[in-house]
């Protein structure tokens, strides 16, 4: 009997706590049928087409709404793991009473590659390795695959269906894994997807997704506006804590400068409260449209003192093959070579591109000397080249396949030697006399070289990891107490950072063109700031400072250059060394 007893009180107990715990929201009118709002309409589709996740099948819906005028290309919103929210009655509705424009909703599921039909074995589930994962496979799948498909369907009145190609017409979301798919495709393609609704988000350790916070506080600010939701009864397992991974994004979203909206509660890993605030969310992300979603301002140390308010990247030149060895001389005129052709340009303080009649035989590195004369690697004939002011050729060195190089005032040259990314490199220094001695081997692909502003301190990128390394230069130029110095941001689909080219200010800072755009370290060595090269996904090879005050960054990127003006000023290594105020420790 006491037993009996005991089990009872055990169920009432328990009865009790759910009811205490119960998830009771109130419901928005925009949920629910309206008498008199027109009905859109939803078309379906099967995709199993895809070249980005190859034999992968999946349901796509189209929501259409009844406003929608196809001599208008319409807004879009791209939800994962199919209909939620109620959307399509939410979108009735709002766009009824003009509280969103009229937008067409592109429902998704996850792919499975499907099992042979008669076999005991099951398909295989996509939904974590799409939604998951970082990079920008997931944003080319809808921008390059999905939408196209969208656009091929029409409605059951005929009306060809015709999407917005402007970013700023565009939102993503959904829950859970979906939630960080929907804010990965804004972060990797902001100019495709400025806005972005995220429930129960998956922001923790299962595909890398536990990065974001970080990066977002180092990441020069992208025009995305995101609306947050989740609650203190979310998932705490192996991978994170739901919770306060969520937490962590909304504080690092506000300190970065972004249009962050959040509403926090008490649920569980569930979509009731997401259904709850769908409305509002979407109230709230197309709130003032057309205007656009523009950057905020980062509280970032870092970037605020670097950036100048309105200055962006420019477009110096494109069309090339690939551009490297990006220098200045002394004036702040600019050149760099596309590799493949042998081509030299010029960049004139007017701004003005100047082919050069030089045949660099495929050099890579290039440097002025204090001489004020042009220095090159040429790897088509492995020589160190020097050019004076007519561009006459002396050969200053042979038999080195290097890559890059960088003069002292001193006289003394750095350079780098790959020699593959399997085979350890070289670093080598060639005296004014021409004497060549090997200073350093072993590093995995040793690539971009530059020096301290005081010149008492030799970096070097490994371009097979995600290292800079570091020596002091000793009095006879040799190198000593050589250390692993600049840790670096390496995207999610590389195994390496591919630091290349680098250069330091006079307040000592590196800028190090990598696979993640510039990024900027202080002089212990740590990454406090990045600044992505458009398009977002161009390789940044090389990186001087030029201009006639020397604060104009100048990249090269893959077949483009780009150049834009900051709140500093590079350092020359012809001009006297320069001695930077102590770190901040």
């Given amino acids: 009997m006491k037993k009996i007893f005991f089990i009872v009180n055990l169920l009432l107990s328990v009865s009790l706590f759910a009811q205490q715990t119960a998830e009771n929201y109130p419901v928005d009118s925009a949920s629910m049928l309206q008498p008199g709002v027109p009905r859109g309409e939803i078309l379906k589709f099967s995709f199993s087409q895809s070249k980005i996740f190859p034999g992968t099948s999946r349901e796509c819906w189209v929501y259409v709404p009844a406003q929608y005028d196809p001599g208008k290309p319409a807004c879009v919103y791209v939800n994962q793991d199919g209909i939620q929210w109620k959307a399509t009655t939410v979108f009735d509705n709002l766009i009824h009473k003009k509280e969103m424009p009229v937008t067409i909703g592109v429902f998704v599921t996850p792919g499975k590659v499907l099992a042979d039909s008669g076999t005991d074995a099951v398909d295989r589930f996509n939904r974590s390795f799409e939604y998951d994962g970082l990079g920008d496979a997931y944003c080319r799948f809808i921008l390059t695959e999905i939408l196209p498909e969208v656009e091929k369907q029409k409605t059951s009145d005929g009306r060809e269906i015709h999407l917005s190609k402007n970013g700023n017409d565009r939102a993503i979301g959904g ?39 970080i990066l977002i506080r180092k990441y020069e600010p992208k025009p ?86 309105g200055e962006d990247w420019e477009l110096v030149g494109q069309g090339y093959q690939f551009t490297e060895g990006t220098t200045a001389n002394g004036k702040g005129e600019v050149y760099y070579q596309d590799i493949p052709t042998s081509k030299t340009f010029k960049i004139g303080l007017d701004g003005k591109l100047v082919t050069m009649d030089v045949d660099a035989k495929k050099a890579s590195g290039t440097c002025f000397g204090p001489d004020g004369k042009r220095y090159t690697v040429a790897g088509g004939t492995k020589q160190i080249l020097r050019y004076d002011a007519n561009e006459k050729e002396t050969v200053i060195a042979d038999s080195i396949a290097g890559n890059d190089l ?41 690539n971009g070289v530059a020096l301290s502003p005081d010149q008492t301190q030799l970096y070097v990128t490994e371009s097979a990891t995600h290292w800079i390394w570091v020596y002091k230069i000793k009095k006879d130029g040799t190198l000593t107490y050589k250390q692993r110095y600049g840790w670096l941001h390496a995207p999610d689909l590389e195994d390496n950072a591919w630091p290349d080219g680098l250069r330091c ?17 202080d002089q212990l060595g740590r990454v406090e700031a990045i600044i992505p090269i458009p398009p977002s996904h161009s390789q940044a090879s090389n990186v001087c ?7 104009i960054l100048y990249v090269s990127a893959g077949d483009k250059v780009f150049r834009r003006k900051l709140k500093t000023r590079g350092v020359n290594s012809f001009d006297k060394p320069v001695k930077p105020a102590n770190p901040r420790l």
């Fill in 406 to 446: 960088i003069i002292a005032n001193n006289g003394n040259i750095y350079v780098t030697v790959p020699d593959g990314t399997i085979r350890p490199g070289k670093v080598y220094l060639i005296r004014s006399n021409g004497e060549k001695i090997v200073v350093d081997e072993g590093l995995k692909f040793p």
């Fill in 545 to 551: 400072f030029g201009g006639p005050e020397f604060n």
């Fill in 224 to 309: 995305i506006r995101i609306f947050l939701q989740d609650g203190n009864n979310d998932l705490n397992i192996y991978a994170g804590d739901w919770w306060k991974a969520n937490e962590t994004m909304e504080r690092s979203l506000t300190f970065a400068g972004y249009e962050v909206n959040h509403v926090w509660g008490e649920g569980g890993h569930n979509g009731n409260h997401g259904n709850a605030i769908f409305p509002e969310a979407m109230r709230w992300l197309w709130k003032d449209w057309p205007k656009p979603v523009v950057k905020g301002n980062s509280k970032n140390d870092f970037l605020s003192t670097l950036l100048v308010p």
């Fill in 505 to 521: 200010d006079t307040a000592g800072r590196m800028y190090v063109a990598s696979r993640s755009g510039i990024q900027i370290l």
């Fill in 175 to 213: 829950s859970s894994s979906g939630a960080i798919c929907a804010f990965t495709a804004a972060w990797e393609h902001p100019e495709e997807f400025s806005r972005v609704f995220s429930a129960i988000g998956t922001y923790v350790g299962l595909r890398g997704g536990d990065r974001y916070p």
